[in-house]
């Protein structure tokens, strides 16, 4: 089981950037699909982006062409880019991690497909 520590939240000024990190640790960083959510108050947990071992790239519509996801597997790591934010962008964000297995899956945006989920990082943006 791979465990997760998210790191880089904080607050910024509407139009600017963040870059969130999660750190991951554990065996065969390169076997998991790597997501990230967010969880507004009052709000269900939300899906923003994916990416596969293979580097194949998935986003939300509300980021798309504002967030990069990334992954860097000799460091563990994947990456949330963050450019552009705007005031309904604050949210808890989170990393997941679910094993690739041999099936090409398709809800790579359903939390209850991961198999791991890290603590979470307050992104805050003031208008």
């Known amino acids: 089981q791979v465990q997760l520590v998210e790191s880089g939240g904080g607050l910024v000024q509407a139009g600017g950037s963040l870059r969130l990190s999660c750190a991951a640790s554990?065996?065969?960083?390169?076997?998991?699909?790597m997501g990230w959510f967010r969880q507004a108050p009052g709000k269900e947990r939300e899906f923003v982006a994916h990416i596969r071992w293979s580097g194949i790239l998935y986003y939300a519509d509300s980021v798309k062409g504002r967030f990069t996801i990334s992954r860097d597997n000799p460091k563990n790591t994947a990456y949330l880019q963050m450019n552009s934010l705007k005031p309904e962008d604050t949210a808890v964000y989170y990393c997941?991690?679910?094993?690739?297995?041999?099936?090409?899956?398709?809800?790579?945006?359903?939390?209850?497909?991961?198999?791991?989920w890290g603590q979470g990082t307050q992104v805050t943006v003031s208008s």
């Open positions: 997941a991690a679910r094993l690739q297995g041999l099936n090409f899956y398709t809800d790579y945006n359903v939390p209850n497909k991961y198999d791991a």
């Open positions: 554990g065996r065969s960083f390169s076997s998991y699909g």
